[in-house]
């Protein structure tokens, strides 16, 4: 069974950062694309970013592409989410999901795993 545990969020200020980690276990490293979404108050889950099994490929909504930052330890599995020059539009609820391949990195494919997530709050 897939089990995602995300850690990490907080309040932070408008500009700041914060890095969000999704420990995963229960499944073979690698062998699973990973991604983060995110679902503010009175709006509907919204994909954030993706990344491919190995860690290579990469792929971020265009509203946090340059800010946002996705990696994975296969190691430790470890999913990472490194958040910079927060906003508040940026405040919601973040999830970490996984989808066993074959997978897809864009908000068009769907995850078969999610995490319970964790909450961010920008204030400005």
């Known amino acids: 069974q897939v089990r995602l545990v995300e850690s990490g969020g907080g309040s932070v200020q408008a500009g700041g950062s914060l890095r969000l980690s999704c420990a995963a276990s229960g499944y073979a490293s690698g062998s699973y694309c990973m991604g983060w979404f995110r679902q503010g108050p009175g709006k509907e889950r919204e994909w954030v970013a993706g990344v491919s099994p190995g860690g290579g490929s990469t792929y971020y909504a265009s509203s946090v592409k340059r800010r946002f930052t996705i990696s994975r330890d296969n190691a430790k599995n470890m999913v990472y989410l490194q958040m910079n020059s927060l906003e508040s539009e940026d405040s919601a609820m973040y999830y970490c999901?996984?989808?066993?391949?074959?997978?897809?990195?864009?908000?068009?494919?769907?995850?078969?795993?999610w995490g319970q997530g964790t909450q961010v709050t920008v204030s400005s």
């Open positions: 999901a996984a989808h066993p391949t074959p997978c897809g990195l864009g908000p068009q494919h769907s995850f078969a795993y």
